[in-house]
C-alpha cells in the first residue's frame, strides 16, 4: 500500500509508531497530486512549499511529545473556506486575487492541531451547483469515471479524497453539496447539525442552510475530522453553545434494537433502479445486523425543492450583493462610471448560475412577492422541520438514498438548471430542517458509485456515525479505489 492511500486513521497510526514521518507522507500526497491531477482537477491551487514546511513543523511538535490523530495528515479545503495567506476565490472569477488575512475558524482548527493543508479544492461558483461545472475556472472530473462529474458543489473535495490526493477534506454543504458528491465519488460525506460547526470564515451562499463538514476516506475519519472542526464559537451567532461529544467512540460496529426508518416518499418515480436495488441491499444489510427496518412518512417532501429554490436565492441575492469591485476582487478598469463599474463587474465577474440564482432571489424578495414567495417559504419550511420531528420520535435515525441516479456525464445536465436542481431531490429536506445526515458508498450502478444516507435528528452525529460505522464494517464498499 502506498503512503497516500492511507485513511487519517491508518496514517496517525503509523506517525505515532514512528514508521512513518509526515514530510514521507505529504511527499507521497504530493507525488500522487503531481501523477493524477491532470486528469482529475480536484485543485483551484496547492500549496506544496507550505504543505512541506507544515509537515516539517508536526515532525518537531511530534518529536517533542505532542500527539492529536491530525497531527501532520495532509488535508484539502474546499475554496469558500477563507485561509490566511492563500488565494480564496469560491470558484469565482469575481474574487479572484482575493487572498483573506484570517482564516476561517474550520482552518484555524485544523491549524492549531498541526494538519497539513495541501490547498484549495475546485467549487461551483460561491457553492451554487451539483457538479462542479459552475466553477468558473474549470470542471473536476469524476476519478472512477473521467467523463463524469464528481458531483458538487464539493466536487473537487470528493474528487481528492476519491483519487488519494489528499487523505481527508473539508466541504461546505448547504443542499447536500457534501453528500451529494461523496456519493457520487464513492466516499463518506458528512453533513454536521446547523450550529454544530462554526460558519466563521465559510463565504456565506445561503446563511441559515450553509454547513462545513468533512469528506473523508471512510466513516471513523468523518468522526476524526468532525471532532477536531465541532463546536461553539463566539464569532459565530449562529454556532450552537453545545458540548461536543466524542464522535470517535460512538462507533460501535452494532445497531441491535435499533430503529431504522425508511421514508416512503424517498423511493418514488425517477429513482435509478440500480439505485433503488442498492439501498435496498443496504437496508437488508442492516437488518441481518439486528436493526429493525420501520416505514416514516416525511409528507412535505415535495414542497423541499420549490421551497429550497426560493429560499437559498433569496439569501443569495442579499449574500451576494457586496460583491462590487471596490473593496477586493475583480474589477472592471474601463468603467466611464460607478454604476458602470458595478454593472460590468458584476456581470463579467459571475458566472451564469450565480446570476440566475441572484435574480429568483432578488424577485422573490422584492414588493408584492415576499409575503407570497420567501415568507410561504418559510412556512412550509417549519411543516418539513416538523415531518423530521415526527419521524423521530418512531425510529433512530431514517435510510434514504442519497442521489436518484448515479453521476451523470459532463454536459448532460448543464443547458437543463431544473434537471440540475432535480438531481438534490433527496438531499434538500435535511439542509432546510436544520439536522445532520452522511453519505456512505453502498454499491456502483455501471460502474459508478451509489451512496446511501443515514438522517439523524439535530446534534445526534453519534447516532448517524454509529449506523454508518456498523454498514461500514460489515461491507467492502468503502475499500473500493477507482481504476486511476
Known amino acids: 500500500m502506498e503512503l497516500y492511500e492511507l485513511t487519517i486513521a491508518q496514517a496517525h497510526e503509523l506517525l505515532q509508531k514512528r514508521e512513518i514521518s509526515s514530510v514521507e507522507l505529504t511527499r507521497s500526497v504530493l507525488q500522487r497530486i503531481e501523477t493524477v491531477e491532470t486528469k482529475i482537477k480536484a485543485y483551484l491551487r496547492i500549496t506544496p512549499e507550505e504543505a512541506l514546511a507544515q509537515a516539517e513543523k508536526a515532525d518537531q511538535r511530534r518529536a517533542q511529545g505532542e500527539d492529536n490523530p491530525l497531527l501532520g495528515i495532509p488535508l484539502a479545503i474546499k475554496d469558500v473556506l477563507c485561509t490566511k495567506g492563500v488565494e480564496t476565490t469560491c470558484g469565482s472569477r469575481i474574487l479572484q486575487g ?165 421514508p416512503k ?12 436495488e442498492a439501498v435496498h441491499a443496504a437496508l437488508d444489510v442492516w437488518a441481518e445486523l439486528g436493526a429493525e427496518i420501520v416505514e416514516v412518512s416525511l409528507p412535505h417532501t415535495e414542497y423541499a425543492l420549490p421551497v429550497y ?67 410561504k417559504a418559510q412556512k412550509v419550511r417549519t411543516l418539513i422541520k416538523e415531518d423530521f420531528d415526527r419521524a423521530y420520535q418512531q425510529c433512530d435515525a431514517i435510510i434514504a438514498p442519497t442521489t436518484p441516479m448515479p453521476a451523470f456525464r459532463i454536459g448532460e445536465r448543464v443547458d437543463d438548471p431544473l434537471q440540475m436542481y432535480l438531481g438534490d431531490i433527496f438531499t434538500l429536506s435535511l439542509n432546510l430542517a436544520g439536522v445532520c445526515g452522511i453519505s456512505i458508498p453502498c454499491g456502483f450502478a455501471d460502474g459508478l458509485p451509489v451512496g446511501v444516507q443515514i438522517l439523524g435528528d439535530a446534534y445526534d452525529e453519534t447516532t448517524i456515525l454509529r449506523v454508518a460505522y456498523a454498514y461500514e464494517q460489515a461491507t467492502e464498499w468503502h475499500l473500493q479505489k477507482p481504476p486511476l
Open 309 to 375: 429554490y426560493i429560499i437559498a436565492p433569496a439569501e443569495a441575492s442579499a449574500n451576494l450583493a457586496r460583491y462590487d469591485g471596490v473593496r477586493y476582487g475583480y474589477s472592471y478598469p474601463e468603467a466611464k462610471d460607478i454604476w458602470d463599474a458595478y454593472r460590468k463587474t458584476r456581470e463579467i465577474g459571475f458566472g451564469a448560475e450565480v446570476k440566475r440564482r441572484i435574480m429568483l432571489g432578488t424577485y422573490a424578495l422584492s414588493a408584492g412577492y415576499y409575503d407570497a414567495y420567501y415568507l
Open 265 to 276: 416518499e424517498y423511493f418514488t418515480e425517477g429513482i435509478d433502479a440500480k439505485v433503488a
Open 98 to 262: 482575493f487572498v483573506p488575512p484570517f482564516d476561517a475558524t474550520v482552518v484555524a482548527k485544523l491549524r492549531e492541531l498541526g494538519s497539513v493543508l495541501l490547498g484549495k479544492t475546485n467549487t461551483d461558483e460561491f457553492a451554487m451547483g451539483s457538479s462542479t461545472e459552475n466553477s468558473g475556472f474549470f470542471t473536476t472530473h469524476n476519478p472512477w469515471n473521467l467523463e463524469h462529474v464528481p458531483g458538487g458543489s464539493s466536487g473537487g473535495s470528493a474528487a481528492a479524497v476519491a483519487a488519494d490526493e489528499c487523505l481527508g477534506a473539508l466541504g461546505t454543504d448547504t443542499g447536500g453539496s457534501i453528500r451529494q458528491p461523496a456519493a457520487f465519488c464513492g466516499i463518506a460525506g458528512l453533513k454536521p447539525t446547523y450550529g454544530r460547526v462554526s460558519r466563521y470564515g465559510l463565504v456565506a451562499f445561503a446563511s441559515s442552510l450553509d454547513q462545513a463538514g468533512p469528506l473523508c476516506k471512510d466513516v471513523k475519519d468523518c468522526a476524526i475530522l468532525l471532532q477536531a472542526i465541532a463546536g461553539h464559537d463566539p464569532k459565530d451567532s449562529t454556532s450552537a453553545n453545545l458540548s461536543v461529544p466524542n464522535f470517535v467512540e460512538a462507533l460501535q460496529p452494532d445497531v441491535k434494537g435499533m430503529r431504522l426508518g425508511v
